[in-house]
């Protein structure tokens, strides 16, 4: 009931960065948080960032201070901007919503947008 559209990744060099943007459609009125994971090859997924309704935020500790994670709620869209981006950074970045809908929680995934940090 809630569709994720990520988009802004590609390829970078040690340093740049990126900004990834998640579109939210669909019962967006039950989401109560957004976060953002990612997963590099042969690692499992993992939190790298994720926001509340109230506006409350948290970082995993390899991107604290370098990521930020924002909202625009006009535009049902959660951003991820990547600043000093480097090598290990490089992953697949998924927009995950979580929510409850008619009393039962539930969690929407998004497909995913590569992210290449040369060296």
Known sequence: QVQLVESGGGLVQTGGSLRLSCAASGIIFT??????????????????????????TNYADAVKSRFTISRDNAKN???????????????????????????????????????????
């Open 77 to 119: 869209t959660v951003y991820l901007q990547m600043n000093s981006l480097k090598p290990e950074d490089t992953a697949i970045y998924y927009c995950k919503a979580d929510g409850i809908y008619h009393v039962r929680g539930y969690n929407a995934w998004g497909q995913g947008t590569q992210v290449t940090v040369s060296s």
């Open 31 to 56: 989401i109560n948080a957004m976060s953002w994971y990612r997963q590099a090859p042969g690692k499992q997924r993992e939190l790298v960032a994720r926001i509340t309704n109230s506006g409350d």
